[in-house]
């Protein structure tokens, strides 16, 4: 049963990339088919643990025996449990979704049937990567997922840009991935296995020093993953490929999959405060950095992709605390699935309707023509502002009392970093609202000098925008009252209440203020002046955060400079020492082999007289060896 | 003279005198030297009586059947158990039987087998005068290119001799390495190596080349037969003995009675240490190994091919089998003195046989440099001293004779007008005219560069382990580098069959009959079978590392 999850995409991705063009008229419906039964049989599960105890609902499925070897057991097995069922359900849910979505997005294309197959093994690699009972597994999904984002963020390959995107995304994850297979092995190395049980089991006896190592190696490969500093560069430019895919893959599903690894090696982290510290400060960062990104850029879904970065960045932050915010940082990657990707298909629609144009600054008034998406972007953006009673508030709010609760100066600094970051992302999120949808109109023609003629999207498009738009509303409550979430994933990932120096109630007061402050500051910048249809030149800091502050730049002269640096010393090293030292010594066995060969003349009385010496010397060597 | 002095002289005389035994034949046991001397006979007698029209079939039909029951004698002598609890010394103490000696015989008879097939090739020369000819010249006493030699051609003469004189070079090597006297050794030695110098000096074409390869062979060969023969009589001045079991005893001191006729030279150690030197040289000359290797170039590339490949195998297996028996039963006690020896000589063997080899461009001399290297691996094995150093060199010595004689026969293949083509540079582009015979002898380059999955890897692997177990670390790590400088040449080779653009007056590749196809065959068979699946001839070659003493 565990195992149809994963096999369904897998099975449709196999049709369709496989099937020619025959499948080129049925394979959009296919595709979304497969997707759906996967999410039905998540919802069959589901119901299914929820009518036993708490205690027993993890389900394991072995399926065969992948590297039988002395010593070295990998099986392929699933484990289903509280934690892993969520991310089915939000994966094959929202993906369902997407896939509907994209039916009516993707209608012009050409190439349709292939992005459904690859939409397809999206969800088959990131199905196993949640569903996996051991790191090995999930590596294979880890890897899987990540190809299949290299191939659609550069599924537009015409475009350089995007055929550039792609690599950039993929050279990037490398680092990552490098950092998860080193962990896989020091765990080998130290646990003498792969599965989370042993490992998570085994993690008392060990030494903190080699489970820090782990954690950072681990953290290192959610970074690359989740677009955290220092490895988020990928992730704005990732916005090339079709806006489906920025929905489901990157803001949605994929790019949590560094939170997800992170929660489910807890244990390790639990053990290694190093490590824990690391993955705080690295949230913490790229909350501001993606939040303060966000505010910058003009291009609608790179500003989503610096607030996906920032919203992540909660995420990995609340991860970081431990027990305290592990439960927040999973609701919080639910309910961010929900509003983001109803952000970015809502973007997508006014992209749809307004010639593929993404410069906010050619948009305005569009909430006349475009009503359904006016609402549903609406309530995700009120959403992901954290808007009393929707999704965001619920889950936002938790995650920064849950950073005062760490105690100590760690806890004041981590939890003012989040209410910043809240108070930023009201004014980027309403920046983006008040240049989307209200003032005055600022189109443009398109190069080819077509007026734009803004209308509202097809059903197909539309209807997924608002089913999400329900979910940003509701998710929230749903999960907090009461405390249901936490209840639900308490048995997988534990909790732990913390003693915050502060109020429930003064954290949620100080949130509503700085979201206030948020909003007002972004009306009176962008809704109460005109917005220029050229962005001024701004100050320093707005400059290098249209230049993604400065990270292109920073790992160019870093990494690309010293890389050629590094590479043009060692081709040289090679030319000069190592051909040198092997050509030599070529030659000068040819020399030598050339030399002895003279002596080889045809006469026999050189060849006797060889001889001769030879035994004489071989006489005296013997002679010798008996006097020594 | 007193009438007493008479009587006892004439009463002494008188007494009866001893009788002297009849001397006690294990025919059984000796039964496959036996078959193929015997069979060597019967060729001279069919020369002598047999119409010269019938008498290649039935030199053929003798030796192929002498061979094979030999062959079948020596399986049978194993299954008897005498390769293993039953090995004994037969022959009042002339020849052993025990494994080793099974295992070596069973491996010339099948080498020589196989290069009887070759011998017998008669489809590859051109038809001179109506009549099919083979590599061997027509009458040998002609002189080269006279008148007579013509004549003889026309009349459809063949030297059916060279089968007689392989099946007795064939009983001596039987014999080689099974001698348990030093004197039983050095007949054995001289009766295959005479058949070999007549053999060389036959070759149909380049005859000049040949009779000079032959001469040369002959005349170094006695010159190493001499220091052989001295060094024999020295052992005998110091241990009284030519019996191995005899010699060995006395080098180790279990036996210390003097015969009082040798008493100014018995238990001298210089005589033991010069004479034993002396003697491991006649059989360094007969591998070839450094610096005692300088015949085999000239006398591989002047020798018929056939027959190079019959030497280059066969000897070099009787030659290194008696060399095992003598290190290993006659100077075990000797160890600390010839093992630093035969280090120096291994390590020289292989970079030489290398170095040199690099810059050939005859293949039948590149092939005869690569025989020297090889001496050098074997010698490595050899340096083990234990049991698992014998057994490796065996399996080696199996596996290189096929490569070596299957490699041989290739060669016969490639010819242009002037016969075979053995200049390197006519190879060029040898795989896009004939992909099937370059890639047959690019599997045997393969296997000389001991490239996994040939019989030349597993071969390499085992005498090196056993070096590498038995305290010659670094003697194997000279070997792997001797191995790499000798890839460069074997594929060297191959790059010049496959990726050369062939040349236009470039030589043909001739279909040869059944015989030479299945000589070729059966060697690339070996070669992989030994490459692939190794392990039964290993566990084969492991059970008959025991010598009997």
């Keep these: ?628 | 003279m007193s009438a007493t002095a008479v009587h006892s002289l004439w009463t002494t005389a008188a007494d009866p005198i001893d009788k002297i035994d009849a001397p006690n034949i294990e025919y059984g046991q000796l039964a496959p030297t036996l078959i193929v001397i015997g069979a060597a006979v019967i060729g001279v007698l069919i020369e002598a009586f047999v119409p010269r029209k019938s008498r290649y079939y039935a030199q053929l039909f003798v030796s192929v059947v002498a061979l094979a029951a030999a062959f079948a004698a020596v399986v049978a002598l194993a299954a008897g158990g005498y390769g293993t609890t039953k090995a004994r010394i037969a022959a009042m103490g002339a020849i052993a039987v025990d494994g080793p000696a099974l295992f070596l015989q069973g491996t010339i008879l099948l080498a020589g087998l196989v290069a009887i097939f070759t011998f017998a090739e008669r489809k590859l020369d051109p038809v001179a005068h109506g009549n099919r000819v083979d590599s061997f010249v027509a009458q040998a006493g002609a002189v080269p290119g006279s008148e007579g030699e013509q004549a003889a051609t026309k009349a459809g003469f063949a030297t059916t001799e060279v089968f007689p004189l392989a099946l007795f070079a064939i009983g001596g090597m039987l014999v080689f390495p099974s001698a348990n006297d030093l004197l039983t050794f050095f007949i054995a030695l001289e009766v295959f190596s005479l058949p070999l110098y007549l053999l060389c000096a036959l070759a149909r074409r380049k005859r000049l080349m040949s009779q000079e390869a032959a001469v040369k062979y002959f005349l170094l060969g006695a010159f190493a037969s001499a220091f052989t023969l001295f060094g024999i009589a020295l052992i005998y001045g110091y241990a009284g003995s030519v019996s191995y079991g005899t010699v060995a005893k006395v080098v180790d001191g279990t036996i210390t009675t003097v015969d009082p006729a040798l008493a100014g030279t018995m238990g001298n150690d210089a005589l033991l240490l010069i004479g034993s030197a002396m003697i491991v040289m006649g059989l360094l000359f007969k591998v070839g190994a450094v610096p005692f290797h300088m015949w085999t170039p000239d006398v591989y590339q002047g020798a018929p091919t056939p027959v190079t490949g019959f030497m280059a195998a066969a000897t070099k297996v009787a030659a290194f089998g008696a060399l095992l028996r003598l290190l290993y039963v006659v100077l075990p006690g000797l160890r600390w003195d010839w093992r630093p020896v035969m280090y120096g000589v291994a390590v020289i063997t292989m970079l030489g046989g290398a170095i040199v080899a690099i810059t050939q461009t005859d293949i039948k001399r590149l092939l005869a440099y690569s025989s020297i290297a090889h001496a050098g691996f074997i010698l490595a094995g050899v340096i083990a001293t234990t049991k698992d150093g014998v057994s490796s060199v065996l399996f080696y010595l199996g596996a290189y004779s096929f490569v070596t004689i299957g490699a041989f026969a290739v060669v016969t293949l490639v010819r242009d007008a002037g016969g075979e083509a053995t200049h390197l540079s006519k190879w060029a582009g040898l795989g896009r005219r004939s992909p099937l015979v370059a890639a047959v002898f690019a599997v045997f380059l393969l296997a000389f560069a001991g490239i996994p999955l040939t019989s030349g890897f597993s071969g390499k692997f085992a005498v090196f382990k056993a070096a590498a177990e038995g305290g010659a670390g670094a003697l194997v790590v000279v070997g792997v580098i001797s191995s790499a400088i000798a890839a460069f040449f074997y594929i060297r080779v191959i790059v010049l069959m496959f990726f050369s653009e062939p040349k236009a007056d470039g030589p043909t590749v001739a279909v040869p009959s059944p015989l030479t196809m299945t000589a070729i065959g059966l060697g690339v068979a070996v070669t992989l079978v030994l490459g692939v699946a190794p392990q039964y001839f290993l566990d084969l070659a492991s059970q008959s590392g025991v010598f009997v003493r």
């Design chain 1, 1 to 628: 049963m565990i195992a149809l999850l994963v096999a369904a995409p897998l099975l449709g991705a196999a049709v369709l990339l496989c099937g020619g063009r025959r499948l080129d008229r049925v394979g959009h419906w296919l595709g979304t088919a497969l997707a759906a039964v996967s999410f039905v049989i998540g919802l069959v599960l589901f119901t299914d643990m929820l009518g036993k105890g708490a205690e027993d609902r993890t389900l394991n499925q072995h399926l065969f025996s992948w590297i039988p070897v002395e010593g070295f057991q990998a099986d392929v097995a699933f484990q289903l449990d509280q934690l892993s069922v969520t991310f089915v359900l939000l994966i094959s849910g929202v993906g369902t979704l997407i896939h509907l979505y994209s039916i009516g997005y993707m209608e012009h294309d050409e190439r349709r049937r292939r992005f459904f197959g690859y939409l397809n093994l999206f969800l088959a690699a990131m199905l196993l990567l949640v569903l996996a009972d051991n790191y090995l597994l999930l590596y294979v999904g880890w890897e899987g997922v990540g190809l299949a984002s290299y191939l659609l963020i550069g599924f537009w390959q015409h475009k350089p840009s995007a055929a550039t995107a792609a690599k950039k995304a993929f050279l990037v994850n490398r680092v990552g991935d490098m950092g998860l297979s080193i962990a896989i092995m020091l765990m080998f190395t130290t646990f003498g296995t792969f599965a989370f049980g042993d490992v998570l089991e085994a993690t008392g006896e060990t030494g903190e020093g080699k489970l820090t190592a782990i954690g950072l190696m681990l953290l290192l490969a959610a970074c690359g993953k989740s677009a955290q500093v220092p490895l988020q560069s990928w992730l704005g430019d990732a916005m090339e490929g079709p806006t489906p895919v920025s929905a489901l893959i990157h803001a949605a599903t994929m790019v949590t999959a560094g939170v997800y690894l992170i929660v489910r090696s807890g244990e390790i982290f639990n053990a290694a405060p190093d490590a824990q510290l690391a993955v705080t400060v690295v949230g913490a960062v790229t909350l501001l950095f993606g939040a303060i990104v966000g505010c910058a850029k003009d291009d609608i879904k790179k500003a989503l992709a610096g607030s996906t970065m920032s919203q992540i960045g909660y995420m990995i932050l609340a991860a970081g605390l431990g027990p305290i915010g592990y439960v927040f940082a999973i609701m919080h990657l639910v309910t961010h699935g929900f509003f983001k990707a109803g952000l970015f298909l809502g973007a997508g629609s006014v992209m749809h309707g307004m010639n593929d144009e993404v410069d906010m600054r050619k948009y305005g008034g569009l909430r006349k023509y475009m009503p359904v998406t006016f609402v549903t972007f609406g309530l995700g953006y009120l959403a992901i502002i954290g808007f009393p009673g929707l999704s965001g508030f619920f889950s936002k709010d938790k995650i920064i009392e849950a950073a005062f609760a760490k105690g100590g100066t760690e806890g004041w600094i981590l939890g003012s970093v989040a209410l910043l970051g809240a108070a930023i992302t009201a004014y980027y999120m309403t920046r983006v609202m008040i240049m989307t949808f209200f003032g005055e109109k600022r189109w443009e023609p398109d190069a080819e000098g077509k007026q734009p003629h803004p209308h509202e999207s097809p059903k197909s498009m539309t209807i997924p925008m608002i089913l999400l738009a329900v979910g940003s509303v509701c998710a929230g409550g749903f999960f907090s009252i009461g405390d249901r979430f936490m209840h639900w994933l308490e048995p997988v990932t534990h909790h732990d209440h913390g003693d915050s120096p502060l109020s429930a109630a003064t954290v949620t007061g100080a949130t509503m203020v700085v979201l206030v402050i948020g909003v007002t500051l972004a009306w009176l910048q962008y809704g109460r002046r005109p917005v220029p249809s050229v962005a001024p030149r701004g100050s320093l800091l707005t400059r290098a955060a249209r230049r993604d502050l400065l990270q292109d730049d920073f790992n160019h002269v870093v990494l690309v400079r010293g890389g050629e640096h590094l590479t043009r010393s060692l081709v040289y090293v090679d030319h000069t020492l190592v051909d040198g030292v092997v050509n030599g010594t070529a030659a000068s066995v040819g020399g030598l082999s050339g030399r002895l060969r003279k002596l080889q003349n045809g006469f026999a009385r050189s060849y006797a007289v060889s001889m001769f010496g030879g035994v004489a010397v071989l006489i005296a060597a013997t002679l010798l060896m008996r006097a020594v």
